[in-house]
């Protein structure tokens, strides 16, 4: 039997939105157990204190510490590499056969799984290069995971800068680095840092990368030479070797705030960014 | 005129984008401290000669130029010239007005700053000179640490000119500068280009053809990238060679 | 001088350009170092196709591990597709622009949401339900295969969008003008046009999901052996070599390096599929 058309649509529509409703109650639900857990150990202990008896009793902050130094390493690294690659991919040449491979390498890089980025910064940060379990081969290891958005994003904010800004500035004189220096960065800063952002969301939550080359230390890194422990990290452990699901569930709560926190404002800063663009 | 006399002097000038010739060999001489106009109907090449002259053509990949163009005698397209050194001595006004993202100051002395200029008291001498030269600074000297984005579309494209005039350029090009701007706004323009004659030698590439009667001093006429005939203005929209220009300035066409 | 600048600037540009592909080409390089001898030690039939993982035997057969991949991986694609692009044709075509801009960013965070967190949800609240309702141990192919395909359907949405996005309006006013519905217009017309992007978006995503680590360590159970049903306990590729990463040595580690070796095989084939997919598109319109 065939349904008439009208009827037909009444259903697509019925079973589309429903999806899409499942999926956002899905996202409600997941947020809720975490915080419906995690929150009730939260307080301002639980985020100052350092972690006793392997995290059993005690707060989460060295490694509340670590989640942030990780990415903020990472960036250091991935930022000037992603923004320079932007900037050669858009100013300094046209499509060419290197544009492709680079393109394309990106795009690869893109692809990778993070425990093939673990496994690789663990033979070749920790193990070759001799830097063993620290913020360092974390950061370096993260960096090259992130950096394929670093390019994407700052690519598309630079080639969103006006053509004419470029115009004015050749006719006025400027060499072409000059010109990216003086007006196509400063345009483009806040779609680059969107990216930005986007990659520290990622390097807060990431966990496979994490636990073989920045090790698992409950201590407080005094160089980028010391192993620091993420809270994400953190989770797993005590997850996982039954340690304290107490602290667990605790240190999720603030680690899914945390990253909750920094796609918001990234969505917030892209949302403006787009904004502005279109005015 | 001779050679030795002429500020430019463009000898069988063409410009390829790719396989399309734009610019079909163009010649002629163009003397210092003149105003001249140049006419002719949509997509006859008139921007593509005038970026010609800065070289900001070969922006565009693919582009190539054939023929010579000598400013004060030296070949511009010579391996050996800088083209940021060129666009230095020759600035441009385009067909709509640029503000760069800054403020008023700012846009003014940045293509000074690039030269290295950097004492804040010149950098102020600069600015009002240049505003002053564009008649624009009554109207914003209280405001030139605001946005020149905020200015209107007649003082967006005054402060564009102010900001080439900071350069002290030898050659004046503009690119239809007055497209966009109303009657007012335009006649500002003008005038600023009448008093600035005496220091600067001007090309203008203008759509209206009163406009370049009003101001230059001689008129070229391009047609589908041919130089049909330049010669005095008066001459040119009185008594034209060719029929074609006849067509043209007396609306027949364009 | 200035143009000396210029050029330097220029070199130094390409240089860090290179970065990314030269990345590329490092970890590849030292994967293969350390599990290509290995394979070669071992064979690789014996490798791929034996059942039998005993490392401390000198054992080494990765094959339930790479048809566990599969399961989980075609499972996700089955809970995460329909949903993903479900959504993406539902915020697209059937919904105020004002509804869009709220559901679909609250969707997307679903993607930003650490893996650990995602596993976390598995073992407290799915596999009890599975092991309480189907039976099993819970932890399992089923348990896996949900949780990654709610981990993939925010990419899956994304690039189905861009897909649909693409689609010009004319395609749908063409097809309602001659008549049709508007659930007619979009499924005749524009999902048909949005095709290769939507599959190159479900492509993409099982790269995702067979590339997932920490979620599917903790909910898939980690047995070594072929999955027999849905509820079986299972180890994936990418948890082998993350739960035996920390203590091995020698050839252990190699092995596991190998099994990396796969992985990465897996995820190039995917991602080719997946760029050939969209440039199909590109090419298309």
Redesign the interface.
């Known amino acids: 039997m065939r349904l008439p058309a009208k009827h037909t649509q009444r259903l697509a529509v019925l079973i589309l939105g429903g999806a899409t409703a499942l999926t956002l109650c899905v996202l409600l639900f997941i947020i809720f157990v975490v915080l419906k857990t995690g929150l009730p150990v939260v307080n301002l202990h639980f985020l100052l204190d350092n972690p006793r008896d392997m995290g059993r009793a005690g707060g989460i902050f060295p490694t509340f510490v670590g989640t942030f130094l990780l990415p903020l390493v990472a960036i250091a690294f991935a930022l000037p590499l992603g923004v320079g690659t932007a900037v050669y991919l858009t100013e300094y040449t046209r499509e060419t056969r290197i544009t492709h491979i680079i393109r394309f390498g990106t795009d690869c890089l893109a692809g990778i799984p993070s425990i093939i980025f673990g496994l690789f910064g663990f033979i070749f940060f920790v193990v070759s290069l001799g830097m063993g379990w620290s913020l360092l081969s974390g950061g370096l290891t993260l960096a090259i995971m992130v950096l394929p958005t670093i390019i994407r994003t700052s690519e598309e904010a630079i080639r969103a800068v006006p053509y004419a800004y470029r115009e004015v500035s050749f006719a006025l004189g400027a060499t072409r680095w000059e010109t990216v220096l003086k007006v196509v960065l400063p345009n483009a800063l806040p779609g680059i840092v969107t990216g930005v952002m986007l990659s520290i969301g990622r390097s807060i939550g990431e966990t496979a990368a994490v636990i073989f080359t920045a090790g698992s230390s409950l201590r407080l890194p005094r160089s980028v030479f010391d192993s620091v422990r993420t809270m994400a990290v953190h989770f797993y452990i005590l997850a996982r070797e039954g340690i304290s699901n107490e602290n667990a569930y605790g240190t999720a709560a603030v680690l899914v705030i945390t990253v909750l926190l920094v796609n918001m404002a990234t969505y917030w800063l892209m949302h403006t960014f787009i904004a502005r663009r279109a005015r | 005129m001779n050679d030795a006399q002429a500020k430019l002097t463009v000898r069988g000038l063409k410009v390829f984008f790719g396989q399309f010739l734009a610019l079909r060999g163009v010649t002629m001489d163009i003397a210092a401290n003149e105003v001249l106009g140049i006419i002719g109907p949509a997509g006859s090449s008139k921007t593509t000669f005038l970026r010609a002259l800065?070289r900001?053509n070969e922006?565009t990949?693919g582009t190539r130029v054939e023929g010579t163009v000598l400013l004060d005698g030296e070949d511009i397209y010579h391996p050996a010239c800088?083209p940021?050194?060129l666009?230095?001595r020759a600035?441009?006004l385009?067909a709509?007005p640029?503000p760069?993202?800054m403020s008023i100051y700012d846009n003014i002395v940045?293509?000074v700053r690039?030269?290295g200029v950097r004492t804040r008291a010149r950098l102020d001498e600069l600015v009002e000179q240049s505003l002053k030269a564009a008649f624009l600074w009554d109207e914003v000297k209280d405001r030139l640490r605001t946005s020149a984005l905020r200015l209107s579309g007649g003082q967006q494209q005054r402060l564009?000119l102010a900001?080439?005039l900071a350069?002290e350029p030898e050659l004046i090009l503009l690119d239809e500068p007055c497209s966009g701007l109303d009657p007012i706004s335009t006649a500002r323009i003008e005038e600023a280009l009448t008093a600035l004659k005496a220091r600067y030698t001007i090309i203008l590439v203008t759509n209206n053809t009163k406009q370049a009667a009003r101001v230059a001093d001689r008129t070229a006429f391009f047609l589908m990238g041919e130089l049909i005939e330049y010669g005095p203005t008066n001459q040119l929209f009185t008594t034209p060679h060719d029929s074609r220009t006849d067509d043209y300035v007396t609306g027949r066409f364009g | 001088m200035r143009l000396n600048t210029e050029t330097i600037v220029e070199k130094a540009l390409l240089l860090v350009a290179l970065s990314a592909l030269m990345s590329l080409l490092l970890i590849a390089v030292f994967i293969f170092k350390e599990g290509v001898p290995f394979m070669v030690k071992v064979g690789p039939g014996a490798f791929l196709f034996s059942s039998e993982w005993e490392p401390q035997n000198g054992l080494y057969g990765i094959f339930p591990m790479i048809i566990a991949s599969i399961w989980v991986t075609l499972g996700a694609m089955l809970v995460g597709a329909p949903l993903g692009i479900a959504g993406a044709v539902f915020l697209n075509e059937f919904v105020p622009r004002g509804v869009m801009r709220v559901v679909k960013p609250a969707i997307e965070l679903l993607a930003g949401i650490p893996s650990v967190v995602y596993g976390f949800i598995g073992v407290m609240v799915l596999a009890p339900l599975i092991r309480a309702h189907l039976g099993g141990p819970g932890l399992s192919v089923l348990a896996a295969a949900v949780i990654l395909g709610v981990m993939i359907l925010p990419t899956v949405m994304s690039i189905a969008t861009d897909a649909i996005n693409a689609v010009p309006n004319s395609y749908r006013e063409g097809a309602l003008a001659l008549g049709a519905t508007r659930w007619q217009a979009v499924h005749m017309v524009v999902v048909k046009a949005a095709r290769s992007g939507i599959i190159a978006g479900v492509i993409l995503g099982m790269g995702r999901a067979i590339g997932e680590t920490m979620a599917v360590i903790m909910v898939a159970g980690n047995a070594v052996r072929a999955p027999g049903s849905p509820l079986d306990s299972v180890r994936t590729l990418t948890a082998n070599i993350a739960l035996e990463m920390g203590y091995a040595s020698g050839m252990h580690r190699q092995a596991l390096f190998a099994t990396g070796i796969v992985l990465f095989l897996f995820i190039m084939v995917l991602n080719s599929i997946a760029m050939a997919a969209m440039r199909t598109r590109a090419g298309g319109r």
């Open positions: 800065n900001l922006l990949p800088d940021v050194m666009r230095k600035g441009m385009f709509l640029v760069l993202p940045y293509g690039l030269c564009c900001r080439v350069m």
